[in-house]
Structures are given as C-alpha cells and as structure tokens.
Nanobody, 122 residues
Framework: VQLQASGGGLVQAGGSLRLSCAASGGTFSNYAVAWFRQAPGKEREFVAT????????YYGDSVKGRFTVSRDNARNTVYLQMNSLKSEDTGVYYCAASTDYYGMAKSSYDYWGQGTQVTVSS
C-alpha cells in the first residue's frame, strides 16, 4: 500500500488543522493506521492510531483531548483532526500502516507516507 499525507501548514497557536492520509494499492480496511511526528533534532514520536475498522483509537499523552483520529474506508483515507494546537506540536507528521499491529512502536509499521509539515506559531 502507498500512503500520501497532506493537510499540513502554518497555523497560530490555539488553531486547528486536519491532516489526511490517503492510501492506494491495497485493501485499505486491512490496515491499521497510525500518525507519528518528528520535530527537528528529536525522535519520531507516536501521535495516534486507529484500528482496521475504526472501532478503537489510541493517543499519545501529549495530544489526548486535542487530537482525533478517524477513518473513511470507502475513501481510503485516515484523518487527524488537530485542535488547540501548541508550538510543541510543530513537526513533520507521518502516517504509517500495518496489517497486524496498531500500537505505538514505529518499528512495527511496514508502510510509511512521505510526511507533511505542521508549523504552529506562538
């Protein structure tokens, strides 16, 4: 499966953005999808994940209550709605997919998108 992340941009603190991860080349409902982000000079960190049917979601502690992950299998797309953005949310956001894993470990995801830049100005 190929993944394409989009929707990043520049936003003021307190604002919102919605990222999209569009998939092609596979049966999308066979894949759990996660979002990770990487700030300059830092490790890539887990943001959120959603299971194959979308019935379960999990979030990193730093985004709980502010971000929401969802999916539309008919459109082969996963979304990350980001509200109440903070400067520390700045980074490149990546989506990743796996057929048999939906946890926090980035090494367990087999497929990655190219990333989309999110910049939050304070």
């Amino acid at each position: 499966v190929q993944l394409q992340a989009s929707g990043g941009g520049l936003v003021q603190a307190g604002g919102s953005l919605r990222l999209s991860c569009a998939a092609s080349g596979g049966t999308f409902s066979n894949y759990a999808v996660a979002w990770f982000r990487q700030a300059p000079g830092k490790e890539r960190e887990f943001v959120a994940t959603i299971t194959w049917s979308g019935t379960r979601t999990y979030y990193g502690d730093s985004v709980k209550g502010r971000f929401t992950v969802s999916r539309d299998n008919a459109r082969n797309t996963v979304y990350l709605q980001m509200n109440s953005l903070k400067s520390e949310d700045t980074g490149v956001y990546y989506c990743a997919a796996s057929t048999d894993y939906y946890g926090m470990a980035k090494s367990s995801y087999d497929y990655w998108g190219q990333g989309t830049q999110v910049t939050v100005s304070s």
